[in-house]
């Protein structure tokens, strides 16, 4: 009995020291099984307050384009408008009168320019940043974020993004596109993709078939 006393001490003072522990197990003894010991334990701090830490936040430090990313799905950014630069190039068969086989000519393009009319959509299950531009010849451009919430509690948000641009020449369509970020909960960066003074692009940038963008934004009052 005299053991069994002290056991049961040392539990609830164990208990009592570590109640501000906020994944606290009910089986104190660790036996497998809640018994007298376990009860015991919990009476030690009945009608007491829990005392969660409220000091516990997030510390989630990404690279600067996945904290801007974090910023434009909360809303605490608010993206302006976006300067698209884009080159594509590829091959095209052509066909000539009186010739069966086609002819083979390569292609480029190239574009540039600002949009300002940038969508936005946030509600307490789905958010959505986006921004299209459209230039001569079928070209355009997007860059466009999202993030979706699922009733999952060990992946309750899906978040991704990604810049790509197009251009339908002579009934053949050609993409580029960069994923920027994907993620559950917090965004993971496309390692290929960077931020600098040059814009977000895929480091490197290939001559003859690459888009990039310049976000211009500022901080939400």
Excluded at 67 to 74: C, D, K
Excluded at 101 to 113: F, R, T
Excluded at 145 to 151: C, E, I, L, V
Excluded at 170 to 192: F, H, K
Aim: charged share 15%.
């Amino acid at each position: 009995m005299k053991h069994l006393l002290t056991l049961t001490a040392l539990l609830i003072s164990s208990l009592a020291m570590g109640q501000n522990d906020p994944f606290w197990n009910p089986d104190a003894n660790g036996d497998d099984l809640i018994g007298f010991t376990d009860l015991a334990s919990l009476l030690s701090v009945y009608n007491s307050e829990i005392g969660m830490d409220s000091s516990i936040t997030c510390d989630f430090d990404g690279t600067d384009l996945e904290q801007f990313t974090l910023n434009l799905l909360e809303g605490t950014v608010i993206l302006d408008s976006v300067f698209f630069e884009l080159e594509l190039s590829g091959v095209t068969n052509e066909y000539t009168l009186g010739c069966p086989d086609p002819i083979q000519v390569p292609w480029n393009y190239s574009a540039s320019g600002m949009q300002t009319n940038v969508n936005s959509y946030i509600s307490g299950e789905y958010r959505e940043i986006y921004c299209e531009r459209s230039f001569e010849n079928g070209g355009s451009a997007e860059f466009y974020f999202f993030a979706t919430r699922y009733n999952d509690p060990n992946n309750p948000w899906e978040i991704g993004g990604y810049m790509s641009a197009s251009i339908n020449y002579d009934a053949i369509t050609t993409n580029v596109s960069n994923q920027i970020v994907s993620g559950l909960n917090i965004p993971e960066q496309n390692s290929n993709v960077i931020w600098d003074e040059l814009g977000i692009r895929r480091d490197p940038i290939n001559a003859g078939n690459y888009v990039r963008v310049l976000p211009f934004w500022h901080y939400a009052e």
